[in-house]
């Protein structure tokens, strides 16, 4: 039978299937499957083709992953040669930010969107706890949404504890299977149980004067809406980087950076010390963001990096 992988931890699988319950499964000795090889050879949302096991109709064995629509990999935290799935089939990844409590680190956003952009999975940027904004807040919030719907991703403010804004974020939900991500502490479960009332996920209650998350959930889990569709909280990002990408991948997925370099006189231009950049001339006139400009360019410099200890493991 066929079913939907709601929740990993460790070897067991808890499985969705027809009947709308959850089998318990782990994977089978030889299980067939696409060939991206992640950490995680499965994950939530992933539609697997599931048995019994012999004699024991309360456990399931995973014999086959079906062919994914799409999937968000992220390097490993540990391994930084190594993939970790994130979770496939999504429709849409809802990024959850703060300003403050905890304060918003801007080179996540840009770090995150580089994350889904290849995969082509559109990114609704949520920014929670709008209730504790004051005018310094605000005006910045106004700055961000500013700039990030320039470049053609929607920017949402949210109050989880208040219920602001929380009506038009839902009817951007329904009837779509959606990933919420973040770093840690910004509420991310806070809002699942807003929106799904009755789910009772665990949430950091203890307020955290350093402004730092504790990582309160621990694995990624799917739940189904009662209004239509699934949503998926996940624990808190620390970091991201960009081990799997080449620095070009990069520029083509900062999406404005990309449609500006028709006008570079080289079509490889990494838009860093070439003449007649067209996207350095935009960041100078403005029309494109100098703080993603600096973002980008800190990541192709971590890429390079990476690629100069690898060729040159012997020194
Ligand atoms: N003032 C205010 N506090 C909020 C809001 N949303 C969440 N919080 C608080 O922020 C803290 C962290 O919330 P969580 O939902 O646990 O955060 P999380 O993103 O799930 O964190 P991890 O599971 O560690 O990744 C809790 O104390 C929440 O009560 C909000 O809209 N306003
Ligand atoms: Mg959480
Ligand atoms: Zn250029």
New binding site residues.
Partial sequence: MRGIVTLVTGSWHDIRIEDGSTLPCRIAGKLRMDDIRTTNPVGVGDEVEVQYETGDDTRGVISEVLPRRNYIVRQSPRRKHDLHLLASNVDQAVL?TTII?PTLKMGFIDRFILMTEPHNIPVIIVI?????FGEEEKEMFGGLQYMYEDIGYQVLG?????GEGMETLKDLLKDKVTLVA??????????V?AIQPGLG????????YSGK?????TFAQMFPLDMGGYII????IKMLSFNNLEPMDVAHNFKEFFKASVGCRFPNCLHRNEPGCAVKSAVEEGSISLMRYEHYLQIIGEIEDQNYWERHKDL
């Fill in positions: 959850v409590q929670n706890k709008y209730d504790l949210v109050s989880a504890l208040t973040g770093q840690s502490g910004v509420g991310k479960s806070t809002l149980n996920l665990k949430t950091d209650e203890i307020s955290d998350g504790q990582h309160t959930t909280d996940t624990p808190g």
